[in-house]
């Protein structure tokens, strides 16, 4: 059974960083893509980040282009969300999802190309 498992949540004041992980098991991480998406109150889920299954191709949303860095460490089948210069806009809860299937990078910012989600962690930002 695959499980993604975010953590890394938390309360920061506007300017700081964060940076959320994704544990990954029970199927092969390495061959996922994989995206992080948040969800404000009221607001509907919104993608952030995509990433190949490799790392070598990544795509973001203009709203968090230059601040945020995707990444992912195959060997440790974890995937990683750096967040910098973080605003009280980006308060949210922040959720993983891994894709099995070989989408086009650009496809990966739709919720519905992906397989499997984690449980979502926090994130506030106080101005």
């Known amino acids: 059974q695959v499980q993604l498992v975010e953590s890394g949540g938390g309360l920061v004041q506007a300017g700081g960083s964060l940076r959320l992980s994704c544990a990954a098991s029970?199927?092969?991480?390495?061959?996922?893509?994989m995206g992080w998406f948040r969800q404000a109150p009221g607001k509907e889920r919104e993608f952030v980040a995509a990433?190949?299954?490799?790392?070598?191709?990544?795509y973001y949303a203009d709203s968090v282009k230059g601040r945020f860095t995707i990444s992912r460490d195959n060997a440790k089948n974890t995937g990683y969300l750096q967040m910098n210069s973080l605003k009280p806009e980006d308060t949210a809860v922040y959720y993983c999802a891994a894709s099995r299937s070989s989408y086009p990078l650009n496809a990966l910012r739709i919720a519905t190309m992906y397989d499997y989600w984690g449980q979502g962690t926090q994130v506030t930002v106080s101005s």
């Open positions: 990433s190949s299954s490799s790392g070598a191709y990544v």
């Open positions: 029970g199927g092969t991480f390495s061959s996922w893509a």
